[in-house]
């Protein structure tokens, strides 16, 4: 077996990868989480508000995946099957834990009291600016998270994900307009907040 070049690797499209692996080409799989592990991570981390348990729940996702490879559609794309598995998954590990609320502050060793969502840097030498975008991001990201789960969930998958609607209406099984019309209520929602 030899070693394929990146460049090589993104000239193989997801289709043909899933049905090298279906025919033996196992290692092939490593393309498939290179290519798509951090958008996972990042959409279920989005869902479900916890990044070290969504660093798991992608492992499991990936898992999954490939043990269901041979239940895939080819007529379909394989991000938009790979994401309403995550989905799928996000929402399942949500229900599981729906006593427990995702706490939007957290206490430090001294005592202070910090925001538990990341931080978001700037490139901006301003450190008023720094502070400014800083604070915005943490309101934006304590806002999605006091979403309900479907809006939290079509954001993550439109803003950060980076699906269009129609990916988005094949990945929920909601007709277009549908999900138009949700993303457009979750965003008055996120503006209100």
């Keep these: 077996m030899k070693k394929r070049t990146a460049e090589e690797e993104s000239a193989l499209e997801d289709g043909e990868i899933v049905r ?3 025919d033996g080409e196992e290692e092939l799989f490593e393309v498939l989480v290179r290519r798509y592990q951090a958008r996972v991570l990042s959409h279920v981390a989005r869902m479900i508000g916890s ?3 969504a660093m798991d729940l992608s492992q499991e996702i990936l898992v999954k995946v490939f043990q269901a490879l041979d239940r895939y559609n080819p007529e379909y794309k394989f991000s938009t099957w790979l994401f309403r598995i995550a989905g799928n998954a996000a929402i399942d590990h949500l229900r599981k834990r729906r006593p427990r609320t995702v706490p939007l502050e957290t206490t430090d060793p001294r005592g202070d009291s ?11 030498l301003d450190p008023y600016a720094l502070l400014r975008n800083t ?16 809006f939290r969930e079509l954001i993550a998958l439109r803003h950060f994900t980076g699906l269009s609607y129609e990916e988005i209406a094949e990945v929920k099984a909601m007709p277009l307009g549908t999900v138009k019309n ?12």
């Design 51 to 53: 990044r070290d348990d």
């Design 114 to 124: 910090k925001a538990s969502s990341p931080e978001y840097r700037s490139s901006e």
């Design 20 to 22: 090298r692996i279906l």
């Design 182 to 193: 949700k993303l457009f209520r979750a965003r008055a929602v996120l503006k209100e907040r």
């Design 135 to 150: 604070e915005r991001g943490q309101a934006i990201a304590e806002a999605i998270e006091g979403l309900p789960a479907e």
